[in-house]
């Protein structure tokens, strides 16, 4: 029998989920920048600054990003770790992870790249100080196994760090609901020629766990001093928590 999940407001099939996600990310891949400073009004460089910040990369740590996007969180790390450290960009999109990879390479940054599911990283265990997720996590199919992957490539005493969309402000939830499903879509179909996917990013967003819910994940995924910060009014959240 299929299992069937969420796929924004859709009910679909496990196997139909990871096929329209990535359609999804295709779409966006080459505008993917471009819409989320238009989307955020630039915030999320803010967001992945306090992110950085949080992670506290020293020289030789090895750093795994996961759904690492366009590269913007590897770039920080790579920096941070040095010639000594090794900093991996990953993604399970092509699209993403090779825009990611090229702007890398355009900035003289060069780190290994992979093209993996989160749900199966094909690293050993205990190997990396750090491992983050940056507006990925609420993508996946079984967060719960994604989660217990991270917690398992960590070394003890590494950190978790995960920057998603949340749970807002109560008093702000109205207007932000009628950017999210309004002028979301607009922009994204004046700007990447896509509004669909822009609706599913919205869509998404209220079907990922809030703030309490994904700290409770983290904890059962065995995370221990697990806390989180939030951003924005709770536009955004960043969790972190140890592997002990």
Not at 23 to 32: G, I, L, N, Q
């Amino acid at each position: 029998m299929t299992n069937s999940t969420h796929f924004g407001y859709q009910t679909v099939a496990e196997e139909e989920k990871v096929h329209k996600v990535a359609e999804v990310f295709h779409s966006v891949a080459a505008k993917y920048d471009v819409m989320n400073d238009v989307m955020s009004a630039g915030l999320h460089r803010v967001w992945k600054a306090f992110t950085i910040a949080q992670a506290g990369i020293r020289p030789g740590f090895k750093v795994l990003d996961i759904a690492g996007g366009t590269g913007d969180l590897a770039k920080a790390f790579a920096k941070k770790a040095g010639s000594t450290g090794e900093v991996w960009l990953t993604d399970i999109n092509e699209s993403m992870l090779r825009v990611g990879r090229d702007r890398l390479l355009n900035n003289g940054v060069i780190v290994p790249t992979s093209l993996c599911d989160a749900e199966k990283l094909p690293f050993p265990d205990n190997y990396f100080d750090r491992v983050s997720v940056a507006f990925g996590l609420r993508n996946m199919t079984h967060k719960d196994a994604a989660l217990a992957e991270m917690r398992r490539v960590l070394k003890p005493g590494g950190k978790l760090l995960v920057l998603e969309f949340s749970k807002v402000w109560e008093p702000l939830k109205k207007p932000y609901d009628v950017y999210s499903f309004s002028v979301l879509p607009w922009l994204g179909q004046r700007i990447a020629g896509d509004a669909d996917s822009y609706r599913y990013l919205a869509e998404s967003i209220r079907m990922h766990p809030d703030q309490e819910t994904l700290k409770k994940m983290m904890q059962d995924a065995g995370l221990a001093r697990v806390e989180y910060f939030n951003l924005t009014a709770g536009v955004a959240a960043l969790h972190t928590g140890i592997k002990l």
